[in-house]
C-alpha cells in the first residue's frame, strides 16, 4: 500500500530521548517499510527512517510561547499532505483533530491514532464536531470519556523484538523509569520501595514544566542512599537498568493512555508492577507480567510474590504481544478495511455538511 | 453583503483591556452593520456585537502551554465557518494564515487581514505556500519582508470618531501609552521627556513576557518625580491624559505594523513625535499630525516644535482620514471587488493543486 504517515513536529522521528508518540510512529514506520509498503514519513528534516521523507520542517523545535510558530509547520504539513493526497492510499496521523477539517474532505481516507488523554475540558468541543473520523484508540480505557466518536479499533503499541532484550544480571532494586511529575508516580515508587527495603533506581527525564515540582517535593526524597537518581537514559541503557531490576515500579496517578515503559520492561523479562489505572489492565497480565494494585500497600505486598514470575516467561509475552511487528499488521488490516469501505463517491463534498 | 467577520479566539471582541486587532475587529464589525449589512461574528461568547454572534468558545482565555488546548477553539471556528460557508457572500479571517488551507477550497471568496508582522523566520515557510489567498496589509510597510503574497489592498485602520475626543487641559507632560516592552520604546521615551525637562506619565500593560524587562531594566528608571506610572489604562482615561499631553512619545524600536496609538492620540487632537519605523511614516503626516524623527536627539528637536501644531488641525486629520467608517468603506469595497472576481465554477477543486 502507499501509505503516508503524519507526525508531531514538536520532536524528530524517532525522538532525540524522551517521546513515546514519535518512537511509535518510527517503529510503525519501520516495519511498514519492511513489510514492503511504499511509505512517505511527513515529519521534522532531522528525523531518521526508511521510509521517504517529506521534511515539513528543518529540525524538531519544542513548544514555544508564540502561536503562529508552534502553528505555522502543521499547517504547512496539512497543507503538503492535502496537495498530494491522491499518490496515497492511506493517510495515517498522530497530530490530533489538527487536519480533521481538510482530510475529512478529500478523496483519500484518513485515519487518526490518538495517542493522549481524552478527559479534558476542550475535547468535546472539537471531536464531537468530526464523529466520522475514524479513530484509533491505543487502548480501550483511553476511549471512556468520549465513547461516542469515530472509533474503528484499538491497537495496542508494539517496539522492535531486538531493540531491547534481557542481559544477564543479579536482580537487586527496583526501577522507576520515564518521567518526574505527580501523575508518573515518583513519589509512591519512593514509599514502595522504602517499605520493602529495596533501593530504588529512578531514570527519569524532568521536564521544564515538572521543574518545580521535582526541587520542591521529589529532591528532597532523594537524598541518602535509598534511592539513586540516574537522570534520563536512551535505549542502550535500558537493557541493564531492567534487567537488573526485580521489578520495574508503575504507580501512575492518572489514565495512561497506554505507557510504554511497561513493555520496555517485558522485553528485558522485568515485571512490571503497576497501579491499575489507564490501560494498565490491558498492558499487564497479573501473575504472568507482573501485578497490577491498588495501592502502595498493595504493591508491598505484591513484591513480595516476584518470585513466581518467571522472566523468560515475561520476555516470550512481550514477544508474542507486544512487537512493532503485530502493531504494524493491526494497523494494515484496518488500513485494508478503510480502503474498502472508501466507495467511489464517497468523498464528503465542499458543500455544507454536518448541519 | 451577508459578511462572516472571525476573530480571534484568545480575547474578546472587543477585548477587555489590551488587544489591537479584536478592537479593530470590534470597530469594523460596528460599522458593516451601521451602514447596513448582516454581519455575523466568530468570537468568543463573551463578546459583545451588534452582529450575530456565533459564539465558538465560551469565554476568552490567554495562551496556555498545551498546544491543542490553545488550537481545538481554532480549529472548531474553522470548520463552523466551512459547514455554513455557502451563507455568507465573503468571509473576513483575522487569524493568520489557519483557515487558508480549507477556506481557499470553498466556494466563497474570503480575505485575510494580517494584524502582524511578518519578518519572522517561520513567515515564508507558510504563507508563500499559498501566493493565491488575499491578503490585506494594515500598512505599506508591513508587506515589506513578503512583498509576493496576494496582496489585495493596504487598508489603514481606523476607530469610532466619537470614542475618543478631545477635552479642556493644559498641557503640561509627554504621555507614553501602550506596552512596557523594548520594543515599544519606554527606555527612549523616558531619555527624550528627561531631555526636554518635561514630566513623562506612562499608562502602560506590563504583559507577562515583558515583566523581567520591566523588573530590571524599566522599574528603576520610574523613580523619582520625572515619571509618573499609571499602568494600563481603558478608553474612559484616555481622553483626559492624551488631551493633556504636549505629544504623545512613540519611539519605537520594531516594524509597528499599524500602531493603533497614534490615531487614538490624533483623535484627542494630540500630537504625535515618533521614530520613522514601520507604519509611522503613513500614519503620521510630519508637521501636520505629529514629527516623524530618527532618534532622541531628533525627538527632543522636535518637541521644541510642538507649537507649531495646531491640535484642532490634528483632530480634524483624525476625523478625515482614521475613522471607522472610512475603514468600513475600504473593506466594503475590497469585498465588492472579491465577490465579482469570484466567477462560477472557479472553486478550486480538492483534487492535487499548487504543486
Known amino acids: 500500500?502507499?501509505?503516508?504517515?503524519?507526525?508531531?513536529?514538536?520532536?524528530?522521528?524517532?525522538?532525540?530521548?524522551?517521546?513515546?508518540?514519535?518512537?511509535?510512529?518510527?517503529?510503525?514506520?519501520?516495519?511498514?517499510?519492511?513489510?514492503?509498503?511504499?511509505?512517505?514519513?511527513?515529519?521534522?528534516?532531522?528525523?531518521?527512517?526508511?521510509?521517504?521523507?517529506?521534511?515539513?520542517?528543518?529540525t524538531a523545535e519544542r513548544f514555544q510561547r508564540n502561536f503562529e510558530r508552534n502553528n505555522a509547520p502543521y499547517a504547512r504539513m496539512i497543507e503538503l499532505v492535502a496537495?498530494?493526497?491522491?499518490?496515497?492510499?492511506?493517510?495515517?496521523?498522530?497530530?490530533?483533530?489538527?487536519?480533521?477539517?481538510?482530510?475529512?474532505?478529500?478523496?483519500?481516507?484518513?485515519?487518526?491514532?490518538?495517542?493522549?488523554?481524552?478527559?479534558?475540558?476542550?475535547?468535546p468541543s472539537i471531536y464531537r464536531l468530526f464523529p466520522e473520523v475514524p479513530l484509533v484508540s491505543i487502548s480501550d480505557s483511553q476511549r471512556r470519556p468520549e465513547p461516542g466518536l469515530g472509533w474503528a479499533a484499538t491497537i495496542l503499541h508494539g517496539m522492535p523484538e531486538r531493540i531491547l532484550t534481557p542481559v544477564p544480571a543479579h536482580q537487586d532494586y527496583f526501577a522507576f523509569l520515564g518521567r518526574i511529575s505527580p501523575e508518573k508516580g515518583i513519589e509512591p515508587a519512593i514509599r514502595i520501595a522504602a517499605a520493602c527495603g529495596v533501593k530504588l533506581k529512578v531514570a527519569a527525564k524532568i521536564g521544564e514544566e515538572d521543574a518545580p515540582y521535582h526541587e520542591e517535593v521529589v529532591a528532597p526524597l532523594l537524598q541518602g542512599d535509598a534511592v539513586?537518581?540516574?537522570?534520563?537514559?536512551?535505549?542502550?541503557?535500558?537493557?541493564?537498568?531492567?534487567?537488573?531490576?526485580?521489578?520495574?515500579?508503575?504507580?501512575?496517578?492518572?489514565?495512561?493512555?497506554?505507557?510504554?515503559?511497561?513493555?520496555?520492561?517485558?522485553?528485558?523479562?522485568?515485571?512490571?508492577?503497576?497501579?491499575?489505572?489507564?490501560?494498565?489492565?490491558?498492558v499487564i497480565e497479573d501473575g504472568v507480567t507482573g501485578f497490577i494494585v491498588d495501592n502502595v500497600a498493595g504493591a508491598v505486598a505484591a513484591c513480595a510474590r516476584l518470585g513466581e514470575i518467571d522472566r523468560a516467561g515475561v520476555r516470550a509475552r512481550f514477544e508474542?504481544?507486544?512487537?512493532?511487528?503485530?502493531?504494524?499488521?493491526?494497523?494494515?488490516?484496518?488500513?485494508?478495511?478503510?480502503?474498502?469501505?472508501?466507495?467511489?463517491?464517497?468523498?464528503?463534498?465542499f458543500a455544507p455538511v454536518g448541519r
Open 1 to 58: 500500500m502507499r501509505i503516508a504517515q503524519i507526525a508531531p513536529l514538536f520532536e524528530s522521528v524517532p525522538p532525540a530521548r524522551y517521546g513515546g508518540t514519535e518512537r511509535v510512529v518510527h517503529w510503525l514506520t519501520e516495519e511498514l517499510v519492511a513489510m514492503g509498503h511504499e511509505v512517505t514519513l511527513f515529519a521534522t528534516g532531522d528525523s531518521r527512517t526508511s521510509a521517504k521523507l517529506v521534511p515539513v520542517r528543518a
Open 83 to 123: 496537495r498530494q493526497a491522491d499518490d496515497f492510499d492511506v493517510l495515517h496521523c498522530h497530530i490530533d483533530f489538527h487536519p480533521f477539517s481538510v482530510f475529512s474532505r478529500l478523496r483519500t481516507p484518513f485515519l487518526t491514532t490518538l495517542h493522549g488523554r481524552l478527559d479534558q475540558d476542550w475535547v
Open 228 to 282: 539513586e537518581f540516574i537522570g534520563e537514559i536512551d535505549d542502550g541503557q535500558k537493557p541493564a537498568l531492567l534487567s537488573g531490576a526485580k521489578a520495574l515500579l508503575f504507580p501512575i496517578d492518572w489514565p495512561e493512555p497506554f505507557g510504554l515503559v511497561m513493555i520496555e520492561a517485558m522485553a528485558c523479562g522485568c515485571p512490571v508492577i503497576a497501579f491499575g489505572r489507564g490501560s494498565v489492565p490491558e
Open 320 to 349: 508474542q504481544r507486544w512487537t512493532a511487528r503485530r502493531m504494524a499488521r493491526d494497523y494494515v488490516a484496518l488500513y485494508e478495511r478503510l480502503v474498502a469501505a472508501r466507495t467511489p463517491g464517497s468523498r464528503r463534498d
